[in-house]
């Protein structure tokens, strides 16, 4: 709901009774973070993470915290120990991939998303992270098709629109023209 002092507050307190609640402290950092706290945010992570080691969830969620403080190679080291552990989790892929992409370890990347992909064909934000990475390393049409394939899945995208339209040598169909149309002219968008 957005109130994050009454969280923090509530956090706090329930972390005075039980200072090793991992729950507890990983929703702190969460907090942290919201409250653009991102050290304090790393900080609780490791915490959470040195008393509960399999704890996935908050070793993805350091992993977002240090990519956002421009630790890439520390980040992707936490999404590759989750993926170890939890190959078929299809979040922990995409991240994973996310990370090997900025870390320039683009065939695993690739290798990555893909499986992402295979496990969670319905996530448009992986088809467009394959997208842009193909696009980059000059895979055009594949990134095209991968663009199409976000648009099929969430058709009021409009990050994808874009992409296509910076490509300078793609053209819409008219079908494509008329679905951004569409979304313009949605006011709930």
Known sequence: AGRFRESEAL?????EASPRDVD????LARVAEEAER??????LLR???????????????????LKQRDKVEQAAECTGEVV????RNPLAQYLHASMLAL???YDEAIAAYRESIRLRPDNPAAWV?????????????????????ALRLRPDFGEVYWSLANLKTFRFTAEEIAM??????DTAL
């Open 24 to 27: 507890a402290l990983r929703m």
């Open 129 to 149: 992270g394959l997208a842009h990475l193909l696009k980059t390393l000059g895979r055009q049409q594949e990134g095209v098709d991968a663009y199409r394939e």
């Open 47 to 65: 915490r959470v993470i040195s008393l509960a080691p399999d704890f996935d969830d908050a070793r993805l969620d350091l992993a977002r915290v």
């Open 84 to 87: 170890s552990r939890s190959p």
């Open 103 to 105: 870390t320039r370890r």
């Open 180 to 185: 951004m149309e569409r979304c313009i002219a």
């Open 11 to 15: 956090l706090r307190s329930a972390l």
């Open 38 to 43: 991102p050290g304090e945010a790393e900080r």
